[in-house]
């Protein structure tokens, strides 16, 4: 039987749009890894902007 293991990341507002971080990098380096983008998500919606993005990631165990 396959199993998986799961992790979530998030990206503050700060981190994706006025920083260094570049979460297509991030990600990339995590689909390196073995890491599959399951779902993703923002937080703060309804307030003006997000101010969160989580991913959900999963991968072979």
């Keep these: 039987m396959t199993t998986y293991e799961y992790k979530t990341i998030k990206f503050d507002r700060k ?4 920083s260094k971080v570049d979460p297509d990098t991030e990600l990339n380096k995590l689909g390196a890894e073995g ?24 991968r072979e165990k």
Excluded: H, P, Q, R
Excluded at 15 to 18: E, I, L, Y
Excluded at 35 to 55: C, H, L, P, Q, R
């Design 15 to 18: 981190g994706v749009f006025k």
């Design 35 to 58: 890491w599959k983008v399951v779902t993703s998500f923002t937080a703060g919606v309804g307030v003006g902007n997000s101010d969160e993005i989580f991913y959900t990631l999963m």
